[in-house]
Structure formats: C-alpha cells, structure tokens
C-alpha cells in the first residue's frame, strides 16, 4: 500500500510538494506515479519514475511545472508541483506498477492506491 500526503490550499501560482510513502520495500522493477482526480472527472496520469534508473515520465499538462523524484532510503517518491494553477485542483494518488515502459500512463496497469491526498488552487 502506498500513502499519499501534503496537499493543501494554495494560491495559484504556488507550490506543493507531495510526498508518497510505501509501507514496503519498492522493488527495483517498479515505478510509481502519481495521478489525479477531480471531481467528475477521471482519474488521470500525471508523472511516474522507474524505481531502477530514475527514467521520468510526464502528463503534458504538467511538464516544465512538476518534478517527480526518489529517495530510495526512505522508500518514499515527491511530486514537486510548482506554478500550481486552478486546474491541477484534485485529490492527488500514488500507485505503483510492474508494467513496461509503454503503459506508465495506464490507471489500470497500477496497484497499490491508497487514500489521495486533496490539493486545492484558489485562483
């Protein structure tokens, strides 16, 4: 399982930075991303990280303006949400994968949800 936490209200223009803590050891073929969802909406991707190697994926939405990373000691990934804007206001979800590198986008290749965590942008 896999605990997402941090959120927070915060104006645009505004940082967060989120922190997704597995109860585990991560194995070294995993990734693990962070999604969202709003209300009404879908869950969607937002970025992942290979466990093994670091490689980094990015929703286009958020490219240039989050930074994913690792802390292997600490078993724990952070999402770096920088430049926050109305529109990234959702409950934020870590989840982990085996699955190859053309699928890091896919909700379904994930296992692990744990409870989100809320992040609200006031405009």
């Known amino acids: 399982q896999l605990q997402a936490s941090g959120g927070g209200l915060v104006q645009a223009g505004g940082s967060l930075r989120l922190s997704c803590t597995a109860s585990?050891?991560?194995?070294?073929?995993?990734?693990i991303g962070w999604f969202r969802q709003a209300p009404g909406k879908e869950r969607e991707f937002v970025a992942t990280?290979?466990?093994?190697?670091?490689?980094?994926y990015y929703a286009d939405s958020v490219k240039g303006r989050f930074t994913i990373s690792k802390d292997a000691a600490k078993n724990t990934v952070y999402l770096q949400m920088n430049r926050l804007e109305p529109d990234d206001t959702a409950v934020y979800y870590c989840?982990?994968?085996?699955?190859?590198?053309?699928?890091?986008?896919?909700?379904?290749?994930?296992?692990?949800w744990g409870q989100g965590t809320q992040v609200t942008v006031s405009s």
């Open positions: 989840a982990s994968t085996y699955g190859p590198t053309s699928t890091y986008w896919d909700v379904k290749m994930y296992n692990g």
């Open positions: 585990r050891r991560i194995s070294s073929s995993e990734s």
């Open positions: 990280i290979r466990r093994s190697g670091g490689a980094t």
